[in-house]
Every structure is written in C-alpha cells, then in structure tokens.
C-alpha cells in the first residue's frame, strides 16, 4: 500500500510543473492585451483610492522632500501626455531617441489643481492613450521593435508597455502606502503590527 501511495506522489509531482508552465504559456502569448488591461482599470482603482482619502491624506509626506499624494497624481497624469504615448509613437514610426521625461513636470503643469480634479483628468487622458493605442493595432510582431531611450540606449515596445503597466501598479501601491501611513498615526501600539509603519521601512 505504501508502495501505490508513494507512485501516486510521484506521479503528481512530476505532472504539477507541466500544468504551470502551460498557465506560464497562456499567460505569456497575450501580453498586449494584459497591459491594456492594467492601464484601463487603473483609474478607477486610483479613483476610489483618492475618494477613501481623508483631506490631511493627501498632502501627507512620508519623508523630507518625498511626494504627497497630490503630487503623484499630478505626476501619472503628465505622463500620459509627456511620456508614454510619445515614446511609444517614436517607436512605431522611426524607431529613434525619446525626448527626457522629467518626473517633476507634473508638478508644474498641474500647481494648484485639487485631487479630485488630477484624477478626473488622468481618467481622460488615459481613455484617449487607450483609444490611440486600440488604433494601432498592434500584435507579436511589433513587440519587439526599437527606440532608444536616453538612458538605456535600445528598448523595445514589448518593454515600454511592461513599464508603463507596471509604472502603475507602483504608483497604486505608492498612494496605497501613503495612505497607510497616514492613517496609521493614530494606531497606537498596535503600530508594531505594520511593517509599514516601522522605521526606515519603504
Ligand atoms: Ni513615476
């Protein structure tokens, strides 16, 4: 009996890793669509973000100089017309260098503009770069045509949507960590339960 119940073992794990690389597979021959996926549902997860935030949340700084939730705000936005689009059209058409992107431009463009107002044009912005790139039609082929980053040298399409997807996310978990924070001033003791809320914890 022991016998049969070992093979079976045997049997499972040696069939389990081919069952997750086919997953790995599915996932892997639809990378396009997964960006385009991101990038559509980030606004409204930003949205409801900002829409729990209490007022003193928003302008919280984590450290000296460190960005406060407006701030990021105003930075995905003047991304969208600065940063991504353009360098994914230099790509597309030339394959050339893409302009600097300046990460403080947005706090610029944007001084003196409420959250609310950031995150509603952010929703714009990124409903028209959706649109664009619906328009472009892209698929396997072009993932991995070229533009040259001033930093980086040569990346790929396939990379600057990855980054743009994932640019994202960071900044979701970037306003999600500052909310904690904020919040977590008045948790008392119970701050020794939030690795968050430790000292020199980013
Ligand atoms: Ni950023």
Known sequence: MNGVHRS???????VAPVRRYADDVIVMSRPIE??????AQTPRIVEGLI?????????????DGAWHIVEVL???ADAEIT??????????????????????GGLTRYRGWTAEALVGEFG??????????????????H??????????????LDQLLACWATHDAAHIAQISRLLTRAFGRRVGP???YFSLLQEGRS
């Open 74 to 76: 105003s930075h995905i």
């Open 51 to 63: 829409a729990a935030a209490p007022a003193e949340a928003l302008t919280f700084r984590e450290a």
């Open 190 to 192: 119970w701050r020794k």
């Open 124 to 141: 714009q912005l990124r409903r028209a770069n959706l649109e664009k790139l619906e328009s472009f039609r892209l698929s396997d082929l």
């Open 34 to 39: 997964d960006v385009r996926q991101m990038l």
């Open 143 to 156: 993932r991995q045509m070229t533009g040259v980053h001033p930093e980086f040298g040569e990346v790929t």
């Open 83 to 104: 940063d991504w689009m353009p360098r994914l059209e230099r790509i597309l058409s030339d394959g050339g260098r893409f302009m600097p992107f300046d990460r403080e």
């Open 8 to 14: 079976q073992a045997n049997v499972s794990l040696d």
